[in-house]
């Protein structure tokens, strides 16, 4: 059933973004013993689910990272939109770590991680160092009003059905 509910969480569907990541943020609390500090504002309630999952995911990941690798103690989630965009912010307490060279070709977790953001057309910032914690910092463009975005980077003009770019101005 845990599995069933990792693959894909019904309260995503049911609740949207930011009920799903808080109810992940008490669930890691009470499982790993870390205090999260979970806070969102403006965050749109009509997401795409693509959107949402990776979103979902990329929390997922952070925090699982934190619990593995860190020795934090503390950790928050930030979830903030602002109209065209979403913000989305995890930092922890833990050891850090240097991300240069952290496993030059990367973790699969911190593949994943660009990859997910990347997919969102996103812009992703890691600060970390030794023995003073990670901050991760995403930005995620949000669909512009009048089109339709699956959340897979392609949107669609209501206007006149062709596939356009997230930032085209065609």
């Avoid at 693509?50 to 928050?76: C, D, F, P």
């Avoid at 030794?130 to 949107?155: S, V, Y």
Wanted: proline letters at 5%.
């Amino acid at each position: 059933r845990q599995l069933s509910l990792q693959l894909h969480p019904a309260r995503l569907e049911h609740l949207g973004l930011a009920a799903a990541v808080r109810g992940f943020c008490k669930e890691m609390e009470s499982t790993h013993g870390l205090t999260i500090e979970f806070a969102e504002a403006n965050v749109p309630a009509n997401l795409p689910a693509a959107t949402s999952l990776n979103i979902y995911r990329i929390v997922q990941e952070s925090l699982q990272n934190v619990v593995k690798h860190s020795g934090a103690t503390k950790a928050s989630v930030i979830l903030t939109g602002n109209g065209n965009a979403l913000g989305l912010t995890i930092s922890d307490n833990g050891r850090g770590f240097d991300p240069k060279t952290a496993a030059p070709e990367g973790s699969l977790g911190l593949i994943s991680l660009r990859e997910r953001i990347r997919l969102l057309h996103g812009s992703l910032s890691i600060d970390s160092r030794r023995e003073n914690g990670t901050r991760i910092q995403a930005t995620i463009p949000l669909p512009r009003p009048g089109t339709e975005d699956d959340g897979t980077g392609a949107n669609h003009s209501e206007s006149d059905g062709r596939n356009k770019g997230l930032y085209s101005n065609k």
